[in-house]
């Protein structure tokens, strides 16, 4: 294990923990860069001359941990949902960044009574703070509030390991506090992320979660065009992405996430999906991989 990321897997406190904490295992990708960097320094030790050479390797390697990180639905850093676990059948997931906002979440709220859906909204922390009745709302109608740090900085993915567990562990706390149920998921700001986040994730026991598809509905005006993005090919399984935070107007001045969550929720009923919270699909998966060993058991022949 990296000497750097060791010290994060330790047990955090039971106050925030969302799931078990699990030991980390960097992926191949991950395990291929730490073995260039260890056996660049090694090569240039050993031959002075090289150190053009073992140079090179470690640009090469950290360009390819950088680009894996600005590619939000990487799983090449570590386990990253970015659709729905296989069995869950017609279900889709819409979840919704950075509130909680006092205009926008409200009416966002109204439109998934409406439907009977249920979403799942990535609260930032200060937000959760300034707007607790939001939160309480949003959960006492049966959405679930998972993590999306403190802060949301813009520059998350630029922070070394013990900031990142900083950010997320005070989001985390708050989150608790305000629902009294720990969040299972993470979302990066912006879904940017770098090779610290996932020992972090294990320690705390949360789960990266990003998206099939996005509607850019934070800087797209037009309504319009954010719903035929999200719609264009929705298939069961589909994680989707919309902002009540920070969302856009169009030329009346109305959030753009408004109607393009309207005309998502009316196409989904229309093609016969339904909407599931994250944590819902989580506690779904569990269940069938519980039930799938006692169902084989039982399904063998008897021994002689």
Do not use: K
């Amino acid at each position: 294990m990296n000497p750097t990321l060791a010290p994060l897997v330790s047990r955090p406190s039971s106050a925030i923990a969302a799931g078990a904490p699990r030991r980390w295992r960097p992926t191949p990708a991950l395990a291929a860069i730490i073995a260039v960097h260890a056996g660049a320094a090694v090569f240039a030790a050993a031959q002075p001359a090289s150190w053009p050479y073992a140079l090179a390797a470690i640009v090469v390697s950290h360009a390819i941990a950088v680009a894996a990180g600005l590619w939000p639905r990487s799983a090449l850093l570590g386990p990253n949902w970015t659709r729905l676990p296989e069995h869950v059948g017609a279900q889709i997931a819409i979840t919704i960044d950075d509130g909680p906002d006092p205009e926008v979440t409200p009416q966002v709220l109204d439109l998934l009574d409406r439907y009977e859906a249920r979403a799942t909204f990535f609260c930032i922390g200060e937000r959760a703070l300034r707007h607790p009745a939001l939160v309480a709302s949003i959960v006492a109608r049966g959405h679930s509030v998972e993590n999306h740090s403190q802060r949301h900085r813009h520059y998350f993915s630029l922070l070394g390991p013990r900031a990142i567990r900083r950010e997320i562990e005070a989001a985390q706390r708050t989150l608790t506090e305000s629902t009294g149920t720990a969040p299972l998921f993470f979302r990066a700001p912006a879904g940017l992320r770098n090779p610290f986040l996932e020992p972090v994730l294990c320690a705390l026991g949360l789960q990266l979660a990003s998206w099939t598809r996005r509607g850019f509905d934070t800087r797209a005006s037009d309504a319009a065009l954010v719903a035929e993005r999200l719609l264009r090919g929705l298939a069961p399984r589909d994680i989707v992405l919309l902002h009540d935070g920070n969302a856009a107007r169009d030329e009346q001045g109305r959030p753009v996430i408004l109607d393009a969550l309207e005309t998502v929720l009316r196409g989904a009923r229309d093609a016969g999906l339904s909407c599931v919270t994250l944590r819902a699909a989580l506690a779904s998966a569990r269940a069938f991989s519980s039930a799938a060993p006692a169902a084989e058991a039982e399904s063998a022949p008897p021994t002689r």
